[in-house]
């Protein structure tokens, strides 16, 4: 049998060996509620340091009867090249709407870069080749870019920008 040290010995020496699996148990937890409380933390500042998403108004693309106006008013080509490429807007004219924009007065540099906007949407995505992908404005003319949910064009022709005359 055994007697009261030997009892006493083994209670104290599991006991011993239960609190110390208590403090070990203890410490994982603790360990892994503040890598949790961590990784959170990092998560949250790193969507608050983004900050909501701002989305810039889409400019308004620029109309076929606004750069006949500004014809007619003598702007420079080269103003309303510049004022067509900040808004972004891409043009489909036919040949006899290009003849009838002649006949309206406006330079032959503007008819230029507006054919121009049309074959470099379609070299950045042939689906433009598609006249569904265009929109259609009550004006007769079909227009395309920023304004109707194109990508931003991001072409620049620089022989266009040769004249000068303000905005």
């Not at 500042?45 to 998403?53: D, E, K, S, V, Y």
């Not at 433009?128 to 931003?152: A, F, K, L, S, T």
């Amino acid at each position: 049998m055994l007697n009261d040290n030997t009892t006493n010995f083994i209670l104290n020496s599991h006991r011993g060996r239960s609190e110390e699996d208590l403090r070990s148990k203890g410490r994982s937890t603790h360990l892994l509620a503040v890598s949790l409380l961590g990784t959170a933390l990092l998560a949250l500042g790193g969507c608050a340091t983004m900050g909501p998403r701002v989305y810039a108004p889409r400019p308004q693309p620029v109309r076929v009867a606004s750069i006949v106006t500004w014809s007619k008013q003598a702007v420079p080509p080269a103003a309303i090249i510049r004022r067509i490429r900040r808004s972004g807007t891409v043009y489909h004219v036919n040949a006899g709407q290009l003849i009838k924009l002649h006949q309206e007065g406006v330079a032959n540099t503007v008819l230029d870069y507006m054919q121009a906007t049309e074959v470099a949407a379609i070299a950045r995505n042939r689906a433009r080749m598609d006249i569904n992908q265009w929109h259609r404005y009550n004006d007769g003319y079909y227009y395309g870019g920023v304004g109707y949910g194109w990508e931003w064009p991001g072409f620049d022709f620089g022989d266009f920008d040769e004249g000068d005359g303000g905005d």
